[in-house]
């Protein structure tokens, strides 16, 4: 059995083909595992080269090596590695625009995508030259979007990217070998990802940033299929995460969801519940796209005001003890810094400070035409949900020990939006859930369906953890596992 | 040192003629008696649109499969897939429809080593030199993954293939023009909207042409077009003074299929006649009483009831997602025992029966061969509401050969391979799903004048837990029954079931000329899937718990 401890994250050859890059373009013939800043310029000025009829141009890019390795019934079953290229190309001409995209980067390609996107431009009627005003103009002011300073988080891990298949497939061995080795079928993914995304336009905007990701997630069940046990997170860096521990714990559980006892049915009701990190930000993440102040001033959605032109801010709409953040320079939630739909960079904003709603995103046109501001404020969907300062914290047994009954819930399935106003929620548990009886886990059981609104659950936290970054591919999510009373369960859910 | 020219030489590179690769010191894989001599050009197909000249492609198939066997591959395969697609979208408040373009290319290898896979996907155009790069890393990931225990990964044998398919349909949607298309989606909104004052028509549009090469080192090579087009077609009607509510129907006859154009104008005729009904029942709905929690028996439409379908029973029986392959992403199946349960497990009622297929004309499913080059065959999924088969591939199929042996049945693919782009990876492809109709010529409104008391649900939404079992739905518009007659709309009905006992209670179905086919996109993660579709009858299924869409506990 290899021991996770035995493998290193050294720079050892890679027993890939290709050989890898510290963000240089390769040589001839041998493609870029992603492309470089200087490719993407180079790409940019080629596409720009095949416009006709002026106009203003704009492109963005995406480029990902992405190396993986998949576990099931404790075996890995796949190894891979993919390179994905995608441009995606809009053409603007007095105000009528088009957009195309393609993931061919030849000459031919190219071009036919140019093509699409200016046959798209020419079937819009010159209507939309109304649009081509003076706020317009404004709203798309290059020298007002290029003095809008990007933050420079660190994003990019060399030791992540330089991480062989080779040493891959041990890690991913060493995470399946403890859950075989119990008896239990150990079932996961492990993938780490190196991207080179763009935004540029002819309008002088310029962004560029080279990203790692690893996603790493285990799932441990039993043979008889009634016990499920998960762990897992995604982080810039592998060095950040802890793949041993996630095993670990996702075996813990499995063997906790049915030892001593199988999983058993309690009556559905309202319950204290301890959410777990994880299940606080699956519950939460959907606040996140209603963060915008245009649908608030509707008004529509939990953010709006009484009236037309009106919003909630200023006043209360979580417990006084919840803060709610997005800091592209978060060291745990650190994210893209800068919106890959039109370029504009992300500042650090608090849009929830001690329970109170204080900002809600706009765009630039809403900006200067009712706040009388040069700048937008984007909503990354990234975000830091935790206590505010000086607010105490508990670890999750401190949480556990305190509670005199209530369920420990791991992660939530397929939340789903039931109402937009309340954002009354629902879905499933899944993967673990306990009953605690006088602060110790009593037995385990059976999944619950749920109907919950996360604005009403942590209007009224009784306890709080300490923050963490949790699995959300693709986004930086950090929620602390709450302790809440009166969480709806509406019914049975015996799925494993 | 590298520069901007070396990215425009690379580009060069990618796109050189043989002469060019012979010249460059390709000489010697050109020169190598390779394994794999794939037919002439001339028999390759036609691939819009695409950089790679016919005479480079079975170059690049046979570096690709000789590398990987040379790496010491047992068996390995390689796709090209080439996609073009197109949507529109046209709603209240866009002047002018017009259109969105992708267009996708890519290749990739599969390797199996010692019974483990390995995979390489690379969008954009190849060179053979990459295309032997990619066979070789892919049976390098396999060996890799094989220093672990040992796995043992047999394929069902499957003919050697070979040949040229291309969808059937009347019009390629890409010969028609810009215009056209946007004359035909602009005026079918038009038309509609001036049917009633307010209402408001929001149409989506999509349309791909797809090629798709495949070559394996059993010596299969097989080249397709397919077409899929469709989208969606909504009314929505202004909110009711006295309610205030707003009403809204999604036609049925616009999703995605495996046709041409000349399905955009069959739907757009379709859709025109039944647009005063869709306005009609949008109106109708905003005057909803609120549900009585409660059970009861119900109609559901063949839309509502395909939705349902197609997760409950037709997700169940992917046999990877019943085996576990997904059990650490979107979850397992209630189906999770397949030789213990094929042929005992009861997973509805006796007038139940669901086939599978992959040929049906006009479906989103419909292949010549699947991504392993098997000739899918129609099997029967469940039997008189037992279950008697699983969707399969090639190495699928073994792991249910005890009890194909059993039955006498050959162990051989069900032809569910697929892989939504060439950099995705070979998993399982849904195939056409269709539930057996009733022996009676009933239909929706037959059921319900057969029904005293219950309720009528027409399309709408349906979830499911991570183990297909629990389910919860309501419909787009959901009636109630009283004494056979639909007496009025009700709102926040929330239906609530678990599979097999909703299946249980299924007591009646409508007749042949009843039947409706819908398309379905199937997700197997965030933004992965593949379109297939579901043929179904409306349904009378009784005893079903309807509760509160938003009340809490």
């Known amino acids: ?496 | 040192m590298t520069s901007r020219h070396d990215f425009r030489m690379r580009q060069r590179a990618a796109n050189v003629t043989r002469r060019t690769l012979l010249k460059t010191g390709s000489i010697a894989l050109a020169a190598t008696a390779l394994p794999y001599q794939f037919a002439d050009a001339a028999s390759v197909g036609e691939i819009d649109r695409s950089p790679l000249r016919r005479a480079e492609i079975p170059e690049l198939l046979s570096a690709a499969l000789h590398a990987a066997n040379a790496a010491g591959a047992t068996y390995a395969d390689v796709h090209v897939l080439s996609t073009r697609r197109e949507e529109w979208q046209y709603f209240v408040g866009l002047d002018y429809p017009a259109p969105w373009w992708d267009t996708t290319l890519g290749f990739s290898v599969r390797a199996l080593v010692k019974g483990y896979w390995g995979f390489v996907g690379i969008d954009g155009v190849v060179t053979a030199d990459i295309a032997a790069a990619a066979g070789r890393d892919a049976a390098t990931q396999a060996a890799l993954a094989a220093r672990g225990k040992p796995r043992v990964a047999e394929l069902a044998s499957t003919p050697v293939v070979t040949g040229t398919w291309t969808m059937p349909v009347a019009i390629d949607p890409f010969t028609v023009s810009l215009e056209e298309k946007a004359d035909v989606i602009g005026a079918l909104n038009d038309d509609i909207e001036r049917l009633h004052d307010g209402v408001g028509v929001g149409t989506l549009l999509t349309l791909s042409k797809q090629h798709r090469i495949f070559a394996s080192s059993d010596g299969s090579y097989t080249t397709q077009t397919l077409y899929h087009t469709g989208g969606s077609l909504s009314v929505t009607v202004p909110r009711d003074w006295r309610s205030g509510l707003s009403g809204h129907r999604s036609a049925d006859v616009f999703s995605v299929a495996g046709a041409g154009w000349e399905y955009v104008q069959q739907a757009g005729v379709a859709v025109r006649d039944a647009a005063p009904q869709l306005i009609e029942d949008a109106l109708g709905s905003r005057r909803p009483k609120p549900v009585e929690v409660g059970r009861y028996d119900i109609v559901f439409d063949a839309k509502a009831i395909a939705n349902i379908l197609g997760t409950s029973i037709g997700v169940a029986t992917e046999l990877d997602r019943a085996m576990g392959y997904e059990a650490n992403g979107v979850g397992t199946s209630y189906l999770d025992d397949p030789l213990a349960m094929l042929g005992t497990y009861k997973v509805g009622s006796p007038q139940l029966t669901v086939t599978a297929n992959r040929s049906m004309p006009g479906c989103a499913a419909t292949v010549q061969w699947d991504d392993e080059g098997v000739v899918p065959r129609e099997t029967t999924l469940i039997t008189d509401g037992i279950l008697t088969d699983y969707q399969t591939t090639r190495e699928a199929a073994s792991w249910l050969a005890p009890y194909y042996q059993q039955h006498g049945t050959s162990v051989v693919s069900n032809g569910c391979a697929g892989m939504y782009e060439a950099t995705d990876f070979m998993r399982q492809h849904s195939p056409n799903l269709v539930m057996r109709p009733g022996p009676h010529a009933l239909s929706f409104a037959d059921l319900v004048k057969n029904t005293k008391r219950g309720l009528a649900i027409v399309g709408g939404d349906w979830f499911v837990d991570q183990q297909l079992l629990n389910g919860t739905g309501s419909g787009e518009i959901v009636y109630e029954i009283v004494n056979g007659k639909l007496v009025g709309t009700i709102s926040g009905a929330q239906v609530v079931y678990r599979s097999p006992n909703f299946w249980k209670g299924l007591v009646a179905l409508g007749g042949a000329t009843n039947a409706q086919t819908f398309g379905h996109w199937r997700v197997r993660d965030s933004y992965r899937g593949t379109f297939h579709s579901i043929t179904a009858v409306p349904v009378l299924i009784t005893g079903v718990a309807v509760t509160d869409l938003t009340r809490q506990a």
């Open chain 1, 1 to 496: 059995m290899s021991s996770l401890s035995n493998v290193t994250l050294s720079t050892a050859k890679s027993t890939a083909v290709w050989p890898r890059n510290a963000c240089v373009p390769r040589s001839l013939l041998v493609p870029s595992e992603f492309l470089s800043r200087a490719e993407c310029t180079a790409l940019f000025e080629q596409i720009v080269g095949l416009t006709r009829g002026g106009g203003e141009t704009y492109v963005m890019i995406t480029s990902a090596w992405r190396g993986g390795t998949q576990w099931a019934r404790s075996r890995v079953h796949m190894a891979s590695e993919t390179r994905t290229t995608s441009v995606a190309i809009s053409r603007t001409i007095r105000g009528a625009w088009g957009a195309a995209g393609t993931t061919r980067l030849d000459a031919e390609g190219l071009q036919q995508a140019v093509r699409d996107a200016e046959q798209a431009l020419l079937l819009r009627r010159e209507a939309y030259e109304q649009l081509h005003d003076a706020e317009h103009e404004q709203a798309h002011d290059a020298d007002a979007l290029s003095s809008a300073p990007t933050l420079q988080p660190t994003l990019w891990d060399e030791a992540t990217y330089r991480v062989s298949a080779e040493t891959r497939t041990q890690l991913a061995q060493a995470m399946l070998a403890e859950a075989d080795d119990a008896g239990l079928l150990a079932f996961g993914a492990l993938h780490l990802i190196a991207s080179g995304n763009a935004t540029l336009a002819t309008d002088g905007l310029v962004q560029y940033y080279p990203t790692t990701e690893v996603l790493c997630s285990v799932t441990v069940r039993d043979p008889k299929g009634i016990a499920s046990g998960w762990a897992g997170v995604n982080h810039y860096a592998l060095g950040k995460i802890d793949p041993h521990a996630i095993a670990a714990r996702a075996l813990e559980k499995c063997q906790r969801m049915y030892t001593p006892t199988p999983p058993s049915a309690i009556e559905p009701g309202r319950y204290t519940v301890i959410l777990e990190p994880q299940a606080t930000a699956d519950l939460f993440a959907p606040v996140m796209n209603w963060l915008e102040r245009e649908t608030a001033e509707l008004p529509e959605g939990p953010f709006g005001g009484r009236e037309s032109g009106r919003s909630k801010i200023g006043e209360r709409v979580l417990d006084r003890r919840l803060t709610l953040r997005s800091d592209p320079m978060d060291p745990d939630g650190g994210f893209l810094p800068y919106d890959t739909s039109n370029g504009t960079p992300y500042q650090p904003v608090t849009w929830i400070d001690r329970g109170v709603l204080r900002a809600l995103a706009y765009d630039r046109r809403y900006a200067l035409r009712t706040l009388h501001r040069e700048t937008a404020l984007p909503n990354p969907r990234a975000f830091r949900l935790a206590p505010a300062d000086g607010v105490p914290t508990a670890t999750l047994e401190e949480l556990i020990a305190t509670t005199a009954r209530g369920i420990l819930v791991t992660r939530f399935h397929d939340v789903r939006l039931l109402d937009m106003n309340s954002l009354l929620c629902s879905g499933y548990t899944r993967d673990g859930l306990w009953l605690i009886e006088d602060g110790k886990i009593s037995r385990p059981l059976k999944n619950f369906r749920f109907a919950e609104s996360p604005l009403f659950i942590l209007n009224k936290v009784e306890a709080i953890g300490v923050p963490q970054r949790v699995f959300a591919p693709g986004r930086a999510y950090v929620a602390p596992a709450v302790r809440v009373k009166d969480f709806s369960f509406t019914g049975l859910a015996d799925g494993v």
